[in-house]
């Protein structure tokens, strides 16, 4: 049972669009959700997160929102570079002491 | 900065070999853990530890088990390598379990059994 779901596996931009990451869970006790990047090869990069009090947080290009009714976060990246192009995995944490729970990721890539 | 370190970025092993697949934090972290990744199944967890000498199972433990002699250390053992242990092996440190935080993650460790 997917905690954390990731509908899309891939999304295609083009370079100076929009690009909209979603992402949804099912676990209402969850109360901090992350974004991490993953390029081939390498580990994840932890890109932005939200605490469950907030409904948006911004980081320069990154915007992540959270709609706790409908248990949906998005991250959207504006403008999308091609250097943008990587999976991004959801994630979310439940206050006391439990481990992150990820999504299967998106692979997103953005078209020069 | 956090570092995040893994003993080797790529290994080829036979099948039955036992694995010792190694993680190092620089940054004092109390949680460790360890991931496998795979096409279209994400991340998965398969063992953590909130303490030294302390160990809890993950998602998928079955074939693996993992050791914490110190803080900054966390070994995953795979006492009878197989192929379907073929993955890339990633592993991760976060400061504190008594509030939400931010996982960092090591490069990985590619393996491929044979």
């Known amino acids: 049972d997917q905690q954390v779901k990731q509908n899309s596996p891939s999304l295609s931009v083009q370079e100076g669009r929009i690009s909209i990451l979603n992402c949804d869970y099912t676990n209402s006790m969850f109360d901090y959700f992350l974004w991490y990047k993953k390029y081939p090869a390498e580990g994840p990069t932890f890109l932005i997160s939200i605490s469950s009090i907030k409904d948006k947080n911004e980081d320069g290009r990154f915007t992540v929102f959270l709609n706790k009714s409908a248990k949906h976060l998005s991250l959207h990246i504006v403008p999308s570079q091609p250097g943008d192009s990587a999976v991004y995995f959801c994630a979310a944490s439940a206050r006391g002491n439990t481990p992150l729970v990820f999504g299967k990721g998106t692979r997103l890539s953005v078209i020069a | 900065d956090v570092k995040v370190t893994q003993s080797s970025r790529y290994l080829v092993k036979r099948t039955g070999e036992k694995v010792f697949l190694e993680c190092v934090q620089d940054?004092?972290?109390?949680?460790m853990f360890w991931y496998r990744q795979d096409p279209g199944l994400g991340l998965r967890l398969i063992y953590f530890?909130?303490?030294?000498?302390?160990?809890e199972k993950g998602d998928i433990p079955e074939g693996y088990s993992v050791s914490r002699e110190k803080k900054e250390r966390f070994s995953l053992i795979l006492e009878s390598a197989s192929t379907n242990q073929t993955s890339m092996y990633l592993c991760a440190s976060s400061y504190d379990r008594r509030r939400a935080e931010t996982q960092y993650f090591g490069p990985g460790t590619r393996l491929l059994v044979l």
């Open positions: 940054m004092d972290h109390e949680n």
């Open positions: 530890s909130y303490d030294v000498k302390m160990k």
